[in-house]
């Protein structure tokens, strides 16, 4: 099982990035997909969550209306389209995989993000 994180860099507040993670080894439609963040000294929060079927979306208060996650069960892969970027959103952000029932549950490695001028 592997997920692969990509996409994350420095960026000046008000800019955008766009995380990805490719999925392998597990049948990924039957997953929650959804991406976390970790910022130093604090705990690892949960950004968006993508359904099974990839029909329901939720989002931390915090990134409403600023973060978008989707997901391609075809190609096996998770994006956050990230926009509007605050120093606040500044964590390694990490994907993870949580089968339907919850019986098994995949992390990836994370990626950095950091937001400053």
């Known amino acids: 099982v592997q997920l692969v994180e990509s996409g994350g860099g420095l960026v000046q507040p008000g800019g955008s990035l766009r995380l990805s993670c490719t999925a392998s080894g597990f049948t990924f439609s039957n997953y929650y997909m959804s991406w976390y963040r970790q910022a130093p000294g604090k705990e690892r929060e949960l950004v968006a969550r993508?359904?099974?079927?990839?029909?329901?979306?939720n989002y931390a208060d915090s990134v409403k209306g600023r973060f978008t996650i989707s997901r391609d069960n075809a190609r096996n892969t998770v994006n956050l389209q990230m926009n509007s970027l605050k120093p606040d959103d500044t964590a390694v952000y990490y994907c993870?995989?949580?089968?339907?029932?919850?019986?098994?549950?995949?992390w990836g490695q994370g990626t950095q993000v950091t937001v400053s001028s």
């Open positions: 993870n995989a949580k089968f339907r029932t919850g019986a098994w549950d995949y």
């Open positions: 993508n359904s099974v079927g990839g029909g329901t979306t």
